[in-house]
Every structure is written in structure tokens, then in C-alpha cells.
């Protein structure tokens, strides 16, 4: 949108405007009418004969001569090109940062690997950062994912890969042990495998109205934890309280003339009147933005429709945001009721999710459909305002974006900062989360039957984890090597 989003198209929302270019290799993950519990259950135990557990522990980079740096080079190409520096300087900060960045790469290793045939909508970048804390349209405290540029439904290991890897890079990135970040990645996969056959013992609906509130997470950590680091998720759970609208107004803008507009912080924070100087194509950028908006509204139910009514368009900025996502385009839109009343909604581009080169294209024609169905699909709960709308822009360029609240009551824990025990706990929240995520659209009677009692998965994804680390490493140290050669051009510390 602005500089790329002056007009709208005039159709309503619709999931065939894009045809998928590919075939999908992976069907929708729904079940088959009359399908009996035994069935499933031998359906997993096929699954797990003809594709053994203990396979999973392989690895074995099979890029052709496509490194990782290229990859994300290749990613460039769509996006805003003076925001790459950004997105290369964060991702060389740390082996860990970059990882955030590299779900392609990570992607591309994960096509190679053994598949149970069993598919679940996949989160797609499922690392330890993407899980947190936000608000339920109850408001109430629940922990999800949070992320889901790349949902797509898939092979349910390749969440579950990234989620451990994660793991153990953010455990390698504290100084743990080589034994004791063992212990953190098993805790995570046994969370994962102990809820996923706890799920295949209740019925659709009970795993439906299965979530995470605040107050439970303490319970969901399968360890168990001290005082002080109770009190860490305490003092996380009241933070994240105070990340609303009335505290994103007084974070994000200021009074001018008696009008409320967002304050500009370069280049991660850029206001539409910074962006734009010539008044007339502002302005219509301008109308075209009421149109977006209006668009996107067609995409609520009635009720929240008549909600955001209530609301007029303010003041929009470009902002920056995360690691992997820098270079798209994302729009920080300051609404007001009564000129006091703050609404603040983030549209987010959506482009073809980093999974589709393997498993095929999306079912939906609009990119930012994919995201809210998926993420609908996969959370709990979700913002009463998410929603998706396609824009073309000033240069003639068709964009699909996402829209959701900015800030309501989102917290997230300094995994970095905690300790062993702490560490442990939290992948232990995050494993049981993303299987409450799978069990909701795939198979969990089936996927319980594969994953079996013992702990053969736990123990393969280990080993998987901790090579794919390495790799991890090579692939940072890659790009650290580019920057330094002048062939990436990095900005840091921003």
C-alpha cells in the first residue's frame, strides 16, 4: 500500500484471482466420511512402518549448488529494495537471528527428508520466536503461535524439525551443554508427542476449545519451575497487558496542530507524508488506503464489520518488522473514534508461502487468504480483525496483504535470558501448542498411532536438530562471509 497501493481492485474479495501454478503434492488435511477410529489408528502404523520413526533423524543437505545466501538473494528480488540491508544485518547478528530469517533455506533441506504421508496445516516457520502471548477476543491471556506467513497444509514433521532445531540453536546461543541442550529439544518433541496422543482421546470439539491460557502455562511445562522464573511468566503476562491501542498511541504518535499523527522513526518507522512528497498522488494514495480499507472490511463477519465502522482513517506509516519479513511491505494504519479512541491495524504483505516449491500451490488465489484461513485454522483464537484484501499500486503491481491489530496485549519470552530449566519448560509449552495447532486439522488419531509411546520420534528429531544446527551454522557464517566480501550489502544494528 502507499507507494505501492494508490488504488484498490474493485472486486470483492475472491479465492480464484491467482491460479495456482503448481500441483499440490499434499491434499487439504481433512478425513474421510465413515473413516473409524481403527482405521486411523492402522493408518498411522502403516505410516510408521513403511517411513520408521528413527528415519527421521536423517540429514543430508542436498542443495545443488544453491546455497543458502543465494536463496535469500532470490527472496530479495519482490521486495523493497533499500529495506534489505535490514533484514541482512539483522539476520548476521547471530546464528540464531539468521535462523529466524531462513525459512527457505530450511525449507528447500526439509523437501529431502522422509515424510509419514500425514498432513496437518503446517505454521511453516514454527521456531521458538513465533510462539507468544496476545489477547482473546475474551480477553484473556492465551499463549499461540503467532506467525503464519508460510501456513500452508504439509507434512506435519516439518514443523516439528523447526520448532526442535530452534531449540537447540537458542540453547547452543546461551552456552548450555551439549547434554543438557539434548535435554531441551527431547522435552519439546515428548511435549508434542504426549499431547498429540492426550488429543486423539478427545473428541473434535474438546480439541477445538483446547488453548493455553496464561494462568496454565506453568502446568503445560513439564518441568518443574522455581520461583523466580514463575515469576518471569508473571511479569511477561502484566507486560503484555500493557501493549494495547491507548499504549500504541502514546508509543507510536503524537498531537500536531491539534491532530493526532504517527511520529516518524527511519527508516523502521516511516509516516505515508515522509514517503510520498508530491500532494497530489499522496492524496490519492490517501483514497485509495479508504479503499483498501473499506475492501478489507468485506472480509469480517457483519458484526465486526459494523465494529470497525466506528473508526476513521488517521495517519498510516511503512514500519519495519521481525527478521524474516523485512523487505515486505507493512503499514502501521492509526484509526480513531471520536479523535481519541485509538484502533491500530498492521497490513502485512502476503506473498506465495516458502512452502509451496515443495508442496504445491496454495488452494487460495489471494496470498493474505491463505494467512488468515491458516492461522484461523491453527490458533485458538484469533483477532476479531483479521482479515485479507489485494491491492494494486501505483506501479501497477497487484499485492495481496493481511490485516490484524498492531498491538493487543502481545508479550514474548527473552528465550535467550533463561535458564536451563526455564528453556526446557518453554519448549515443552511450545510442543503441546503445536500439537493442539496439528490436532485441530489433521489426523490426530493417526498421528498419535505413528508417534507411539516410546520415545524413538523424540530421540531421531534429536539427532536431526542438532545436525541441522551445524548447518545452520555453516549457512550464518556463509552469509557473514557475503556481507564481508561486499557481495550483500548489511546494515547493522537496526
Not at 306 to 324: C, F, M, P, S, T
Not at 449 to 472: C, H, K, R, T
Amino acid at each position: 500500500m502507499a507507494r505501492t497501493a494508490a488504488t484498490t481492485s474493485r472486486k470483492q474479495p475472491t479465492a480464484s484471482r491467482k491460479q495456482p501454478t503448481t500441483t499440490r503434492k499434499h491434499g487439504p488435511a481433512v478425513l474421510g466420511p465413515g473413516l473409524t477410529r481403527e482405521k486411523r489408528v492402522e493408518r498411522g502404523r502403516l505410516a510408521r512402518a513403511e517411513v520408521p520413526r528413527s528415519s527421521h533423524a536423517e540429514f543430508r543437505p542436498e542443495r545443488h549448488g544453491t546455497d543458502a545466501v543465494t536463496l535469500l538473494e532470490g527472496q530479495g528480488g519482490a521486495r523493497v529494495p533499500e529495506l534489505l540491508p535490514i533484514r541482512y544485518g539483522r539476520m548476521a547478528s547471530s546464528a540464531f537471528a539468521f535462523f529466524r530469517g531462513a525459512a527457505l533455506p530450511m525449507a528447500s533441506d526439509l523437501s529431502h527428508t522422509p515424510r509419514s504421508g500425514l498432513t496437518v496445516q503446517l505454521c511453516g516457520d514454527a521456531h521458538l520466536a513465533n510462539f507468544g502471548l496476545f489477547a482473546s477476543p475474551e480477553r484473556r491471556l492465551v499463549f499461540d503461535i503467532n506467525d503464519f506467513d508460510e501456513t500452508i497444509p504439509g507434512p506435519w514433521e516439518w514443523d516439528v524439525k523447526r520448532l526442535a532445531t530452534s531449540m537447540e540453536i537458542a540453547a547452543r546461543a546461551a552456552g548450555h551443554s551439549t547434554k543438557t541442550r539434548r535435554q531441551i529439544v527431547l522435552a519439546s518433541v515428548a511435549s508434542y508427542r504426549r499431547a498429540m496422543r492426550a488429543f486423539a482421546d478427545l473428541d473434535a470439539l474438546q480439541v477445538w476449545y483446547a488453548r493455553a491460557d496464561a494462568d496454565r502455562l506453568a502446568a503445560l511445562a513439564d518441568v518443574r519451575l522455581n520461583k523466580s522464573q514463575r515469576q518471569k511468566i508473571a511479569q511477561v503476562a502484566a507486560k503484555a497487558q500493557t501493549k494495547d491501542n491507548l499504549g500504541a498511541l502514546g508509543r507510536f504518535a503524537d498531537v500536531a496542530d491539534g491532530v493526532a499523527q504517527l511520529v516518524a522513526e527511519p527508516p523502521l518507522v516511516v509516516p505515508l507524508r515522509d514517503l510520498i512528497s508530491d500532494p497530489r498522488e499522496r492524496e490519492q494514495t490517501e483514497d485509495g488506503l479508504r479503499q483498501v480499507l473499506g475492501t478489507y472490511a468485506q472480509t469480517l463477519d457483519p458484526e465486526r464489520r459494523r465494529l470497525l465502522e466506528r473508526y476513521h482513517l488517521v495517519d498510516i506509516a511503512r514500519k519495519v518488522v521481525g527478521v524474516g519479513s523485512v523487505g515486505t511491505r507493512s503499514w502501521m494504519i492509526l484509526m480513531l473514534e471520536d479523535d481519541s479512541s485509538p484502533l491500530f491495524l498492521q497490513a502485512k504483505e502476503a506473498g506465495r508461502s516458502v512452502l509451496e516449491e515443495f508442496v504445491g500451490a496454495s488452494e487460495y488465489g489471494n496470498c493474505g487468504q491463505r494467512v488468515v484461513v491458516g492461522q484461523r485454522l491453527m490458533q485458538a483464537v484469533s483477532d476479531i480483525f483479521l482479515g485479507w484484501v489485494d491491492v494494486v499500486g501505483v506501479d501497477g503491481h497487484s499485492r495481496d496483504f493481511y490485516v490484524r491489530q498492531l498491538r493487543d496485549w502481545k508479550g514474548s519470552v527473552e528465550v535467550e535470558a533463561l535458564l536451563p530449566e526455564g528453556l526446557q519448560g518453554y519448549g515443552a509449552v511450545c510442543g503441546w501448542t503445536l500439537a493442539r495447532a496439528h490436532a485441530r486439522s489433521g489426523d490426530r488419531v493417526a498421528l498419535a498411532a505413528y508417534l507411539g509411546n516410546s520415545p524413538s520420534f523424540d530421540v531421531a528429531i534429536g539427532e536431526f536438530a542438532a545436525a541441522y544446527a551445524d548447518q545452520n551454522e555453516r549457512d550464518h557464517a556463509s552469509l557473514v562471509d557475503a556481507i564481508a566480501a561486499g557481495r550483500i550489502p548489511a546494515e547493522a544494528g537496526v
